[in-house]
């Protein structure tokens, strides 16, 4: 029980020196984290990559974000697509999803209102988070499909239109429709 105080005291450590003006101790503070981060790692980095970090920061947040295999990640980067201080950096919470293989098929819906409502560079995510999943469930590729349908009718940028229409011929294969 020790070990684990201790442990998760130096993590949270860590995740304050993240927010340092020192690139030196925000990068030192990312190989703590990358050693021994779990899933509570992925809100301070989101945190930090948001507060427009110096490139090399930024590049070994992105890093370690891409290659998180914690149990509970999928979680953590459904909740953070929620929080608005987190909203610069939705694009790159959504690449996640995909980049670390992560198995988020109890959320299409989640990713189907990103498409319709986000920004073009989130569909892009979002239409790249549903090619490279595996398996969705038939219900929610059924909802998914109707809506997406609906909002390409809707959608005037032709270039998130076609990712709309990307997401549905996705669906719509998998439904044999």
């Known amino acids: 029980m020790a070990e684990k105080n201790t442990r998760a005291k130096r993590m949270d450590l860590a995740f304050a020196a993240l927010l340092s003006d020192d690139d030196a101790t925000a990068l030192t503070a990312l190989t703590r984290i990358g050693n021994e981060g779990d899933a509570r790692a992925i809100q301070p980095l989101l945190t930090a990559l948001a507060r427009n970090p110096a490139p090399a920061v930024a590049q070994r947040i992105t890093s370690l974000l891409y290659q998180v295999k914690a149990a509970d990640a999928t979680d953590a980067l459904i909740a953070a697509l929620d929080e608005p201080a987190l909203a610069s950096v939705r694009q790159t919470t959504l690449a996640t999803f995909w980049n670390a293989g992560l198995d988020a098929r109890e959320h299409l819906d989640r990713f189907i209102d990103m498409a319709i409502?986000?920004?073009?560079?989130?569909?892009?995510?979002?239409?790249?988070?549903?090619?490279?999943q595996e398996l969705w469930p038939d219900k929610a590729a059924r909802s998914g499909l109707a809506r997406t349908r609906k909002a390409i009718e809707a959608e005037a940028d032709t270039y998130k239109r076609s990712m709309l229409e990307g997401i549905a011929q996705d669906l719509a294969g998998r439904l044999g429709a």
């Not at 409502?117 to 490279?132: D, K, M, Q, V």
């Open 117 to 132: 409502t986000g920004s073009a560079e989130e569909c892009f995510e979002c239409l790249t988070i549903i090619e490279n």
